[in-house]
């Protein structure tokens, strides 16, 4: 096993090395004994280093079988991220990765190809088969309020007879009533057994009962994955729970990652307390913290701690960084002051040096996140979109940094014979673009830098420059250097219909998730009327004050800032430079060399060894360049 250089030339790669540049909680979570371990990490901890490492370091001790271990991720995107990062550890073999339902669809194939059924239909268009059911309901909409209370009760396991019911316990409404509901919510099932068709909670379903059944389906689940990862364990419904109990043997070899304080997903069916107390799972568990964040400033997670603290929560969060801008707090008359307030913080935030994809606007609803982009436009600000933005350079990255004919193989095939993706996803156009470049190139050298010089030439790469507004859900696991968090008030959050101090305390969650994207810099706005009428502060906001603050000159630490700004600058400006040049030797996108987050974080943090680098990038990144952007940082230091 080794890690590879920019050249043909390799070193071993060692435990230890795997282990290059984490902190002591970090190293305790990837170093802990094999069994049930379950990490609480925070945002901004670092939880997807720590989860690939641990796969990475048990490999390389002897500890685990790679062939046989498994990651389990929530999203597409995690399970790529997740390939690319143990891709450079060139491993001898590789896990498997993906998504509950990608995951539980290649074991629901397996099982019925092994017992010679043919494979069923796979519902790509849910919504027409809801509306057929629905009959003249659908004719007055509600077709996505049937879908979501349907895959509630799969979530939770329920029968279209017991699912009104539990709703109604639950506080969840039931779109057309209870008796109608029944009816529909039976009418598709039926719907589908006649079409000999699934759709995706099937996938999941369809193994958990069969792992009832057979005994030995579940033996051969459990031979051929001993070793279980879990990203993002605090979302796990009841019966993605089940699922991986059905994959655990009675001495479980399983790694839990996540954060109860993120937990986002309850109206959907997620319930956060499966992962603070894994019932049904036997066995003492080691915990392992990690409360240091490395994203955000003091500042940015004060604020952020405080919010959870208004409804009675605790978080154990601490930023490792140095005092940064105060959380600014915009109180606005209405809705269309508040677009204009937007748009005139988004062009001070870019006025600083900063690029446009370096800033976010964020909303609780789309609605709001819609108007917001029209405002923006409209002002001749850029807003990110999917094509050929954020999205496609990120598949970009992530395909030119794998190493051979096979490593390019499956990780198109993963994409493109999953299911999971639709045609127009970035991942699925790169994905193909892999897969018809490895089809006119079946000699000669053939690895990630060759596709992306093939594909420099073959298709527009660049990366669109914008600003990304999203909603709170859509942001989850990502960053921003500088965020504006809008409507942060009430109606919104909490949102009106968040019924019961359950959902009360998610919304609560939901605007933690929200205000610990910003990494550097974070405004928060709110209105006293929106769409005529009265509204106001979030009661989530720990502090608002109406008066009129008085000057003062500001403190030395934000003096020293400001003294700082030309060099960190001209600091980020030589890195770019120096990044961009290596990209172009090489014919990849220069995010594929050194995302310009970790531009950022270079400058800001200033690291003094390579070890600090590969801490704050990777130890492959550290390894191949460390010396020389340590050059590069020294010199502009003294300069």
């Not at 529909?184 to 039926?190: L, M, N, Q, T």
């Amino acid at each position: 096993m080794h890690i590879r250089d920019s050249d043909t030339t390799t070193r071993a790669a060692t435990p230890d090395s795997v282990l290059a540049g984490l902190d002591p909680d970090q190293r305790a979570a990837v170093t802990a004994p094999v069994g049930i371990v379950v990490v609480r990490a925070g945002a901004g901890s670092g939880k997807t280093t720590v989860l690939t490492r641990r796969i990475a370091w048990r490999a390389l001790s002897g500890s685990a079988d790679i062939e046989r271990s498994l990651a389990i991720t929530f999203t597409r995107q995690a399970a790529t991220e997740m390939r690319t990062r143990l891709s450079q550890f060139a491993l001898d073999g590789r896990p498997t990765i993906g998504t509950f339902h990608a995951v539980a669809r290649r074991m629901m194939l397996q099982q019925l190809e092994d017992k010679g059924r043919r494979s069923p239909v796979i519902i790509n268009n849910r919504s027409s088969v809801v509306s057929q059911c629905m009959g003249d309901d659908a004719r007055s909409g509600g077709v996505t309020d049937v879908l979501n209370a349907i895959d509630w009760a799969h979530a939770r396991m329920l029968t279209p007879g017991t699912a009104a019911t539990a709703m109604t316990s639950a506080g969840v409404a039931v779109p057309l009533g209870a008796t109608r509901f029944s009816e529909v919510f039976d009418a598709y099932e039926r719907a589908k057994k006649k079409r000999g068709a699934v759709d995706l909670n099937d996938f999941l379903t369809s193994v958990v009962q069969d792992g009832v059944k057979d005994p030995r389906f579940v033996e051969s689940l459990r031979f051929q994955f001993r070793h279980i990862s879990v990203d993002e364990a605090q979302d796990m419904n009841p019966l993605q729970y089940e699922f991986l109990k059905t994959l655990l043997s009675t001495q479980p070899d399983v790694f839990l990652v996540g954060d109860s304080n993120q937990a986002i997903y309850g109206f959907n069916g997620a319930d956060k307390s499966l992962f603070d107390s894994l019932p049904g799972i036997e066995g003492a568990a080691t915990v392992v913290s990690l409360p240091s964040n490395y994203r955000c400033t003091p500042e940015i997670v004060t604020m952020a701690v405080a919010t959870l603290a208004q409804d009675g929560q605790t978080a154990d969060a601490v930023s490792t960084r140095v005092s940064g801008q105060p959380v600014l707090l915009k109180r606005c008359a209405n809705e269309q002051v508040e677009a204009a307030t937007v748009a005139k913080e988004v062009l001070r935030g870019f006025g600083r040096g900063r690029s446009w994809s370096d800033l976010a606007v964020l909303t609780r609803i789309n609605t709001t996140a819609d108007q917001l982009r029209e405002t923006l436009s409209a002002a001749g600000i850029p807003v990110r979109t999917a094509r050929r933005g954020g999205a496609w350079g990120r598949a970009v990255a992530a395909a030119t940094e794998l190493t051979g004919r096979e490593g390019l193989s499956v990780w198109s095939s993963d994409i493109l014979d999953s299911g999971e993706y639709e045609k127009d996803d970035a991942d699925f156009l790169v994905a193909q673009r892999v897969r018809q470049f490895l089809d006119e190139n079946r000699v000669g050298t053939v690895d990630g830098r060759a596709f992306g010089t093939w594909l420099a030439t073959s298709a527009d790469v660049s990366e669109t420059d914008g600003v990304d507004v999203l909603t709170f859900h859509a942001a989850k696991g990502r960053e921003w250097s500088f965020v504006i968090v809008a409507g942060m008030e009430k109606g919104f959050l909490p949102h009106r219909s968040a019924r019961g101090a359950t959902a009360r305390s998610e919304e609560a969650r939901l605007a933690y998730v929200a205000l610990t994207r910003a990494a550097d810099e974070l405004v928060v706005t709110w209105t006293d009327s929106r769409n005529g009428r009265s509204s106001g502060p979030s009661p989530f906001l720990p502090s608002v004050t109406t008066d009129t603050p008085q000057p003062s000159a500001p403190p030395e630490e934000l003096r020293r800032f400001n003294r700082s700004l030309p060099q960190r600058n001209r600091l980020e400006n030589e890195l770019r430079e120096w990044r961009d040049a290596h990209a172009h030797s090489r014919r990849v996108d220069p995010e594929a060399v050194l995302p310009d987050r970790s531009v950022k974080r270079l400058v800001r943090v200033q690291p003094s060894t390579v070890d600090e680098i590969a801490k704050i990038v990777d130890a492959v990144f550290a390894h191949r360049y460390g010396e020389e952007v340590l050059t590069i940082l020294r010199n502009g230091s003294t300069a």
